[in-house]
């Protein structure tokens, strides 16, 4: 399912008729005959349903009838009714089974579509979303949001119209069998019951809507707390992350008893409101049997409505209440849904072709948030070369990569490949061409040969084993138990640093990229292993643009080009030789590193 992002609707602007509109399309797709032909059965076998309910009293009362007056003659009429009695009670069963049969492929394509949706468009989300992100919270709420589309549908259709049909139908046949004041009674009743529950469950929903509020932040200082368990250990901090964690579940179990406190009054007073209903109208038939009005069979059948009728009317706080929290689940997940694409492709872009992955950055400038990060940058990368950028922390080195890969857009200036500018271009067929090994490598949550396949499925256990060794991986997989089977556990912590950079390099070879970033890639690694690497890196991507973000300057002092930022801004650029001559910010940073070096050495 497209959406065009100048279509999209802002979170703020969400009310019920969106949500219902949004909601509609995944529901009946276009083009989709199956579902509205799904839909329209599951209706007949409602109204069937509610057809038979309101029939069985009927039997009921008319079986009561014959057996009160011990006739004989009519007992083989009393088992056909009783028969039919019984038979009615097993179809009622049986369109209300057949309605959910037909109906649950409806529910869960919705909950597919719209579940799908929201993944995708999570995924096209900027990096600046996703730097903010609760993921706890994030997850619940999609959790949640699925969820709720599949009980509004099934609440809505299975429960809120069987109830205003039977509703309608009881009402009718009160007033045309017993009279108008048994349907006056049984519809003020209702209405009664309908205010009420209303009202309390509006009131409700206020407290549920903190008590869920309290839930997402459990869950989101639980799983922000597990992801960062290294981090709680450095600092010896479990103490405080149980005390956290601790006050949300309190503030959650405070909110929750409230909720269940708010529900008991919604209880006692629909309680009292059906009692009040039944005795009323259970005192009007009682009056008429006794002044031979109505017969015992009548007074049965008055009785088995009422309890029909009232039945569902007791679910009807929680289904009222389900169908308020599932929109506003849905709210909450359409909202994300409905997020603000910042990096999206323009209507007319077109496929990336790639020639020689010549790069030029012409008066660029970037803000992140009231930073000014890179300021007017002016910058020629020759294809088929390898270009150092080097620069103190902070300095925009990173930031520079992730324009290029079009994480963010700049707000000043332009980049383009091979004279294509990024905007213009498909941001899928620009990705396809760059790799990069960032500097803090994460691994998904599975096996070793499925982290290093990831960067191509297809590719042969023989293609897999060749980068391995390239990495000088080889050894350390062989020492492993289970091989390329061996999980890496969460974010690869099962790892160590230069195990999944390493890792992280060889995928990116599978790759196969015509350009290739490498964000402090070795940083973690001896300087052994590194030589290996970097060597390996050099033939593999040979006439592959690379660029190369280093604070050892000794990986990089074979570059073509070394550029040196500070503040946002290129200082100075050439080969290691000329920097070094010209004496200025590289050369300081080498002769530092060299120092550090030197006392290193002499400590050793």
């Not at 030197?598 to 050793?604: A, F, G």
Request: proline share 2%.
């Amino acid at each position: 399912m497209k959406k065009n992002v100048n279509e999209t609707i802002k979170p703020s602007s969400l009310d019920f008729l969106s949500i219902f509109k949004q909601l509609y399309g995944f529901v009946i797709p276009k083009g989709n005959i199956e579902i509205p032909v799904r839909i329209f059965i599951a209706i007949f076998f409602l109204f069937l349903g509610t057809l038979t309910n309101i029939l069985i009293p009927f039997l009921y009362g008319y079986s009561v009838d014959l057996v009160n007056k011990k006739e004989f003659s009519n007992f083989y009429l009393i088992i056909v009714l009783i028969g039919c009695y019984g038979f009615a009670r097993f179809a009622k069963v049986i369109f209300d089974e057949a309605k959910q049969f037909v109906f649950i492929k409806v529910a869960q394509k919705s909950v597919r579509a719209a579940a799908l949706f929201a993944f995708q468009h999570l995924h096209n989300l900027s990096l600046n979303f996703h730097l903010n992100r609760k993921t706890g919270g994030l997850s619940r709420a999609l959790d949640r949001g699925a969820k709720g589309i599949e009980l509004l549908l099934r609440f809505s259709i299975f429960e809120v119209i069987p109830v205003v049909l039977e509703v309608i139908m009881v009402g009718v046949v009160l007033w045309t069998t017993f009279g108008f004041f048994y349907c006056a009674a049984t519809l003020l009743t209702v209405f009664l019951y309908g205010v009420f529950t209303f009202k309390l469950t509006e009131w409700r929903i206020l407290i549920r809507k903190k008590m869920n509020e309290s839930d997402e932040n459990v869950g989101t200082k639980m799983v922000d707390s597990l992801l960062n368990y290294e981090t709680v250990k450095y600092f010896n901090s479990e103490i405080q992350e149980i005390n956290s964690y601790n006050n949300a579940l309190k503030d959650y179990e405070d909110k929750a008893v409230k909720t269940r406190l708010s529900l008991t009054a919604v209880n006692l007073g629909q309680g009292l409101i059906i009692s009040l209903g039944l005795f009323s109208i259970m005192s009007m038939a009682a009056y008429d049997i006794y002044h031979e009005k109505m017969s015992l069979g009548d007074f049965v059948v008055v009785n088995t409505f009422l309890l029909q009728l009232y039945v569902p009317l007791e679910f009807l706080g929680y289904v009222y209440r389900e169908i308020r929290q599932s929109i506003f689940d849905m709210k909450k997940m359409f909202e994300l849904m409905n997020e603000k694409l910042d990096i999206f492709d323009q209507d007319n872009a077109k496929k990336f072709k790639f020639h020689n992955g010549e790069i030029n950055i012409s008066n660029l400038g970037f803000n992140y948030n009231s930073r000014n990060i890179i300021k007017n940058l002016n910058l020629e990368i020759e294809g088929g070369k390898c270009t150092a950028i080097v620069g103190p922390t902070g300095c925009g080195k990173s930031t520079l990569t992730k324009l290029l890969f079009r994480f963010y857009d700049p707000h000043k200036g332009e980049i383009s490949i091979d004279k294509q500018k990024l905007k213009d271009c498909k941001m899928d067929s620009i990705r396809s061409v760059i790799g990069v090994v960032p500097q803090d490598t994460i691994m998904f949550n599975n096996t070793i040969g499925y982290n290093l396949s990831y960067g191509n499925p297809n590719a042969s256990l023989k293609e897999i084993r060749k980068v391995v060794e390239l990495c000088n991986l080889d050894d350390f997989i062989e020492s492993l138990d289970l091989k390329y089977e061996t999980i890496v556990g969460e974010r690869g912590l099962k790892l160590s640093g230069g195990e999944k950079q390493r890792i992280a390099i060889a995928r990116m070879m599978l790759k196969k990229p015509k350009i290739l970033i490498l964000d402090e890639a070795t940083s973690a690694l001896d300087s052994k292993t590194e030589k290996l690497v970097l060597d390996s890196i050099d033939e593999y991507f040979k006439n592959s643009t690379k660029i190369i973000i280093a604070h050892r300057l000794t990986t990089i002092r074979n570059s073509d080009k070394i550029v040196v930022m500070s503040k946002g801004k290129i200082i100075e650029q050439g080969k290691h030789s000329n920097l070094i001559k010209n004496k200025g910010l590289y050369y300081e940073m080498w002769n530092k590193q060299k120092e550090i070096k030197k006392q290193v050495n002499l400590v050793n």
